[in-house]
């Protein structure tokens, strides 16, 4: 009697990244899932849960590490998938340096890999490994040879006063017959209007609702405004009459400016800490807790905790009239371990002490004048240096090697992003009346507006990370670290 061996199923994972995401929409990364979704189901692989990796608005050139990435090699490594999907070989790597590492593991643990746009890729064999790295020489070479020559023209373009293509009335301005480009001052006042609401904690759905019920048309051919549509106006360099190319500052513009540079570098980075539809937060912590739990990989998990409600009398689960209000780690929030969670009231009274003590050494007057007053002059003014440092440098590329050039603008650019990231964590607070926080002590503090205790509790607080803790009824506190802002 013969019988038939029926193979195992081929365990693939799905790899997918976007390097930038300002918005915050996951559009991007979520149209490279369905496309190697269903090559994977054409190939006749399953995807388990877990196995869908995302990193979104990582870049892959920058050095910035990458959660999912990471968590991909571990999977190779220990030999839990056979297979991975990915929309096109650049999302794994885009630098030849970061090819070699992928070959010597998947040497070790071989896997099968399908790109949605270029094909099989075979980093098993000696052939297929030298394809790879003429592509990705050829495709780094090309990458920086564009960068160079674009950087440039666009530089000589900024110095003389010429304004992109593209829209022929950009919201904001209008564009002449040579091509300038002058204030339309109804537009103009709009845009002063939604940059005031904002910095005042309105969300960019608010505001769009507001304009389409008040008939305000776009620019473009798009019949209502989206809040992706509003974050480009408001984010574009444009309106502080600043030259950009691909999201970099590359000179000054001829056109006059409709917000000062300050207000717009404000506006710039709540929208980054609030990008669509943000709902009042109704958890005293939230945004601020993040998963320190470490993974079966041996890797910390990092995600951002979620806040949950308490007991709810209407919910059918037995025990869900007594739950208490804690933060839990979802797997759903890009990628979270999802076993780790703690009572809201433990994991707040150890960062209200930190808070509190913090008060006693130095007052909330005194850290949101720091923070928020000569801090961000300072940084505003090393960001407009080191662009005005890029565009020189741009304009004697031609006389300098390419290496020397890419490691002296790579330097800058390191400084840039450091830079914009504190003025981010600078502008996240709520705005709240001045008179109201600066009064702020531990006594009256119970008596304040959540908001205004979640404005108070950044001053002092960065972020918070909460180990897994283990069965029982007292809270561990040492499970807490506080993260400062200092």
């Known amino acids: 009697?013969?019988?038939?061996?029926?193979?195992?199923?081929?365990?693939?994972?799905?790899?997918?990244?976007?390097?930038?995401?300002?918005?915050?929409?996951?559009?991007?990364?979520?149209?490279?899932?369905?496309?190697?979704?269903?090559?994977?189901?054409?190939?006749?692989?399953?995807?388990?849960?877990?196995?869908?990796?995302?990193?979104?608005?990582?870049?892959?050139?920058?050095?910035?590490?990458?959660?999912?990435?990471?968590?991909?090699?571990?999977?190779?490594?220990?030999?839990?998938?056979?297979?991975?999907?990915?929309?096109?070989?650049?999302?794994?790597?885009?630098?030849?340096?970061?090819?070699?590492?992928?070959?010597?593991?998947?040497?070790?643990?071989?896997?099968?890999?399908?790109?949605?746009?270029?094909?099989?890729?075979?980093?098993?064999?000696?052939?297929?490994?030298?394809?790879?790295?003429?592509k990705a020489q050829v495709s780094q070479h090309e990458a920086e040879r564009i960068g160079e020559r674009v950087t440039m023209r666009h530089s000589r373009n900024a110095k003389q006063g010429r304004a992109h293509g593209g829209t022929p009335n950009p919201f904001g301005y209008t564009r002449t017959e040579a091509g300038h480009l002058v204030v339309d001052e109804a537009q103009a006042e709009l845009i002063r209007e939604a940059a005031g609401r904002i910095l005042n904690g309105a969300s960019l759905n608010s505001i769009v609702l507001d304009w389409n019920s008040r008939g305000i048309a776009t620019a473009g051919k798009a019949t209502h405004w989206r809040p992706n549509s509003l974050t480009k106006v408001l984010t574009s360099g444009r309106i502080v009459a600043l030259r950009?190319?691909?999201?970099?500052?590359?000179?000054?513009?001829?056109?006059?400016?409709?917000?000062?540079?300050?207000?717009?570098?404000?506006?710039?980075?709540?929208?980054?800490?609030?990008?669509?539809?943000?709902?009042?937060?109704?958890?005293?912590?939230?945004?601020?807790?993040?998963?320190?739990?470490?993974?079966?990989?041996?890797?910390?998990c990092g995600c951002r905790m979620r806040s949950v409600s308490g007991g709810d009398p209407s919910n059918p689960h037995p025990m869900a009239k007594y739950r208490s209000p804690g933060y839990m780690c979802d797997p759903a929030n890009g990628n979270g371990c999802g076993s780790n969670t703690a009572k809201a009231a433990g994991v707040e009274a150890v960062v209200l002490a930190h808070v509190f003590d913090a008060m006693k050494v130095t007052n909330v007057a005194a850290v949101r004048a720091r923070r928020g007053g000569a801090e961000v002059g300072e940084l505003i003014a090393a960001i407009e240096a080191d662009e005005r440092l890029l565009d020189e440098y741009a304009e004697a590329a031609s006389q300098m090697r390419p290496s020397e050039y890419l490691s002296i603008t790579g330097a800058i650019r390191d400084r840039l992003d450091a830079a914009r990231r504190k003025l981010d964590e600078l502008s996240a607070d709520v705005e709240v009346d001045t008179s109201v926080i600066e009064g702020v002590t531990p006594e009256t503090f119970d008596g304040l507006d959540l908001s205004i205790k979640q404005a108070v509790i950044r001053l002092y607080v960065q972020r918070v990370e909460v180990a897994k803790g283990k069965p029982g009824r007292t809270f561990d506190a040492t499970r807490v670290r506080v993260v400062t802002t200092d």
């Open 244 to 300: 950009e190319y691909r999201g970099d500052v590359i000179g000054p513009a001829d056109w006059a400016p409709i917000l000062d540079r300050e207000t717009w570098e404000r506006v710039r980075s709540r929208i980054t800490h609030a990008p669509i539809g943000r709902q009042p937060r109704r958890a005293l912590l939230a945004g601020l807790v993040y998963c320190a739990n470490v993974r079966a990989d041996g890797e910390p």
């Open 1 to 134: 009697m013969s019988t038939t061996t029926i193979a195992p199923p081929i365990r693939a994972a799905i790899y997918c990244r976007i390097s930038l995401d300002k918005a915050d929409d996951r559009h991007g990364v979520e149209a490279q899932e369905a496309e190697c979704r269903a090559l994977a189901e054409r190939a006749g692989w399953n995807v388990a849960r877990e196995h869908l990796l995302i990193d979104n608005d990582v870049s892959a050139t920058s050095g910035v590490v990458r959660p999912s990435y990471r968590r991909l090699l571990g999977l190779i490594e220990r030999g839990e998938i056979d297979a991975l999907v990915v929309w096109n070989t650049d999302r794994l790597y885009r630098l030849y340096r970061d090819l070699m590492p992928l070959i010597d593991l998947i040497k070790r643990r071989p896997i099968d890999i399908k790109t949605v746009t270029s094909g099989d890729v075979d980093l098993s064999s000696a052939d297929g490994r030298l394809t790879a790295g003429i």
